[in-house]
């Protein structure tokens, strides 16, 4: 008997397991995705909400924050806020990419969203953040908010761009494949390796295991994603702009969600600033101009589909109101959403909303909680796939959604 050089387990570690299943336990009678895509962005590390999505109304901002305020709109200083209505600004990064889209009313921010998490820990919130169960009681580390919903909707074909699936798609009753985009490399196996595996995951004993479904599904993802890249590569040969780091991440993951995958998942890192993270330039600013550009570049990737499409932009805390010591900002509490789309109803500010003062701080360090992301989010899921509230209820357990009428 042959024995090959490949399990299951060193499929799933190279990304190419996977496949939306239909499960069993999946709900009958389910309302259909038809042709909604949807599209979370988890910022890690807690990203800085106050200096992207400035409080530019409340002095105690600029008397909390001595060197690292963002300056109130000015059109005649480049380096100001840009207008988004009495009581806020945006951050001059994003004057070229989203401001756009807040102008046309493909882009809303919720601020005072979050958790009623106050570990400010980065990993439990970050679980508590995926896993979308209630906080008290035991956690359910099989089951993530998204993986309930992929099990709730019809047709859904999820996929997570990050190293390995995270906890927000985890399921026990369907499999969702993942593939880290910016390091996609030519497929391992050729032809007759492929049907080797296939087959070997064919037998009665392997579909056990692991459905040879999966395991087909695994290599095409694979075949789509070196398939898009070698597009951008004869793009970028023709004289067009080759956008490096997420922007270029964010036109392969347009790409692959074009006619393939309508529910997907995408990390963006590096948003701890402790030190130095300035102002109108400097660290964050960087960061936020990246993650800027990116989406504007999925947006504008997505064509046509863009008008289908939700961008949800979530992380697991704020960060503390009153810059540190050190130029920086610490573990906080709440912080601010976005939601981008073609279907958005945008150009807003959404949700409860409280003057930023020494007396309104949670416990007189950082932004309240006023809407619960669970809550928020499940309204969301709500309007785009016509949800039940007990449909809901089985992705949000415990919640009841509130229509904040973004989408």
């Known amino acids: 008997m042959t024995a090959f050089p490949f399990s299951r387990r060193d499929l799933l570690a190279a990304g190419l397991a996977g496949g939306a299943l239909m499960a069993s336990s999946r709900v009958l009678a389910v309302p259909a995705l038809g042709s909604q895509r949807l599209l979370v962005v988890f910022l890690r590390g807690a990203y800085d909400a106050a200096n992207i999505i ?9 008397a909390a924050r001595p060197t690292i305020a963002i300056a109130r709109p000015d059109p005649a200083n480049p380096k100001a806020a840009l207008p988004l209505d009495s009581d806020w600004g ?12 807040w102008q046309k009313r493909q882009l809303a921010f919720v601020p005072f969203a979050g958790t009623d998490d106050m570990s400010r820990s980065h990993f439990e919130t970050q679980d508590t953040i995926e896993l979308g169960q209630p906080l008290a009681g035991s956690r359910d580390y099989r089951s993530g908010f998204l993986g309930r919903l992929a099990a709730t909707v019809a047709g859904c074909h999820p996929i997570a761009f990050s190293n390995q699936v995270p906890i927000a798609f985890h399921s026990a009753s369907l499999q969702v494949p993942n593939l880290a985009v910016n ?15 296939e ?13 040879q479904v999966a395991v087909t599904e695994g290599f095409s993802v694979r075949a789509d994603a070196y398939g898009a890249l070698q ?8 004289g067009a702009v080759n956008p490096r780091g997420f922007e270029a991440q964010a036109r392969r993951i347009a790409a692959l969600m074009q006619d393939r995958f309508n529910l997907a998942f995408l990390d963006v890192g590096g948003w701890d600033t402790h030190t130095n993270q300035g102002a109108a330039d400097g660290a964050l600013a960087n960061r936020i101009g990246d993650l800027g550009r990116g989406l504007a570049a999925f947006a504008e990737a997505s064509g046509p589909q863009w008008t289908n499409t939700t961008v949800i932009v979530i992380s697991e805390f704020g960060r503390t109101f009153r810059e540190n010591g050190n130029k920086g900002t610490d573990h906080g509490h709440g ?26 701080l949670n416990q007189q360090r950082d932004l309240p909680v006023l809407t619960d992301y669970r809550a928020l989010l499940g309204g969301i899921f709500a309007r785009l796939y016509g949800l039940s509230s007990q449909q809901i209820s089985a992705v949000f357990p415990g919640m009841q959604p509130v229509d904040l009428g973004l989408v």
């Open 231 to 238: 597009d951008e590569m004869v793009k970028a040969s023709r």
């Open 54 to 62: 400035v409080p530019v109304s409340s002095d105690f901002y600029y």
């Open 183 to 197: 390091t996609v490399t030519k497929p391992s196996f050729d032809a007759r390796q492929q049907k080797l595996i």
């Open 199 to 211: 087959a070997m995951y064919a037998t009665p004993t392997a579909q056990a295991l692991a459905p």
């Open 90 to 101: 945006l951050h001059p990064a994003l004057a070229e990419s989203l401001y756009p889209l």
């Open 335 to 360: 912080s601010t959403y976005w939601v981008l789309g073609g279907n958005v109803r945008g150009g807003r500010m959404v949700g409860p909303q409280v003057r930023l003062s020494a007396d309104t």
